[in-house]
């Protein structure tokens, strides 16, 4: 009996060692035809896997020699190997680093750029099946001008949040990525009132806040200090600053030092979130 279920374990570890591998080689396929937003999205969620399967503070224990050359090539050939190799905390460790590098990649793209590569995979799975999905369409179709399409993909992570429950951290992130996007849009149309309205509903979630130092939700917010409306982004960070940032709250304790003594807010110096 213990023979049959040390073979049917071993049988369970050799396929998911082949799925990780699978996995890697798409994630290459997505990075040479010009798929790196799609290959972000995948090495997060390998990323992920690898977590659960060792620890996140294994994962976090990366030596320096890694870090370097934090380019995506190497990176991916790093994590490749490592996967051969069967070492899950080296593979975490490099999914973390790939996905980093990536971000930065992406971050850099053009706005139609982005949007064509978004829309690519969006038709390839024929239509956005997630809430990240439409979240970054809300956001491509932004940077890219189109804030018609931008207002509806963003109404779109709304109404799916609302029908799901939005009772989760992700939901409720995801809702409040959504009205950055609506305010922004109202801002451009020349509504100032409802982009502040939109300011304020979008702490009114439930999320890990964590994920506010890597992504620019405060572009509402310098966007509207830049219209004059100093109060509305004092009370923004004010509030802001009470909640649990953990990671984050350096940041947002500086921004609002720098709003309360009247200087614009340094929301994307060293120290603010990464461009989307």
């Given amino acids: 009996m213990m023979m049959?279920?040390?073979?049917?374990?071993?049988?369970?570890?050799?396929a998911a060692a082949a799925d990780t591998a699978s996995q890697v080689q798409t994630i290459r396929t997505l990075i040479v035809s010009g798929g790196s937003i799609e290959a972000g999205k995948r090495v997060t969620e390998l990323h992920r896997a690898l977590v659960s399967k060792v620890s996140p503070a294994r994962c976090r224990q990366v030596p320096g020699e890694k870090m370097a050359p934090n380019t995506v090539e190497p990176l991916l050939d790093s994590l490749e190997a490592a996967v051969s190799k069967?070492?899950?905390?080296?593979?975490?460790?490099?999914?973390?680093?790939?996905?980093?590098?990536?971000?930065?990649?992406?971050a850099k793209l053009a706005p139609a750029a982005k949007l064509a590569q978004i829309e690519k995979e969006w038709l390839r799975a024929g239509g956005p099946q997630d809430l990240e999905s439409l979240d970054q369409l809300a956001w491509a179709y932004y940077d890219a001008g189109n804030f018609?399409?931008?207002?509806?993909?963003?109404?779109?992570?709304?109404?799916?949040?609302g029908r799901l429950g939005?009772?989760?951290?992700?939901?409720?992130?995801?809702?409040?990525?959504?009205?950055?996007?609506?305010?922004?849009?109202?801002?451009?149309?020349?509504?100032t009132?409802?982009?502040?309205?939109?300011?304020?509903?979008?702490?009114?979630?439930?999320?890990?806040?964590?994920?506010?130092?890597?992504?620019?939700?405060?572009?509402?917010?310098?966007?509207?200090?830049?219209?004059?409306?100093?109060?509305?982004?004092?009370?923004?960070?004010?509030?802001?600053?009470?909640?649990?940032?953990?990671?984050?709250?350096?940041?947002?304790?500086k921004w609002l030092a720098e709003a309360q003594s009247g200087k614009a807010p340094s929301f994307f110096g060293p120290s603010g979130p990464a461009g989307k």
């Fill in 166 to 191: 939005a009772t989760t951290m992700q939901l409720g992130y995801f809702e409040h990525s959504a009205r950055t996007v609506l305010g922004l849009v109202r801002l451009e149309s020349g509504s």
């Fill in 86 to 106: 069967k070492n899950d905390v080296e593979a975490c460790q490099y999914a973390a680093l790939l996905g980093a590098a990536l971000q930065e990649s992406n």
């Fill in 4 to 14: 049959i279920a040390s073979i049917a374990l071993t049988s369970a570890l050799v």
């Fill in 193 to 253: 009132r409802d982009a502040v309205v939109f300011l304020n509903q979008s702490l009114d979630v439930q999320m890990d806040v964590r994920l506010l130092a890597d992504r620019p939700a405060v572009r509402l917010a310098d966007a509207l200090w830049k219209k004059g409306e100093q109060e509305a982004v004092v009370r923004y960070l004010t509030r802001a600053s009470r909640i649990a940032w953990t990671s984050a709250t350096p940041s947002v304790q």
């Fill in 148 to 161: 018609s399409a931008a207002r509806e993909f963003a109404g779109s992570v709304l109404q799916k949040s």
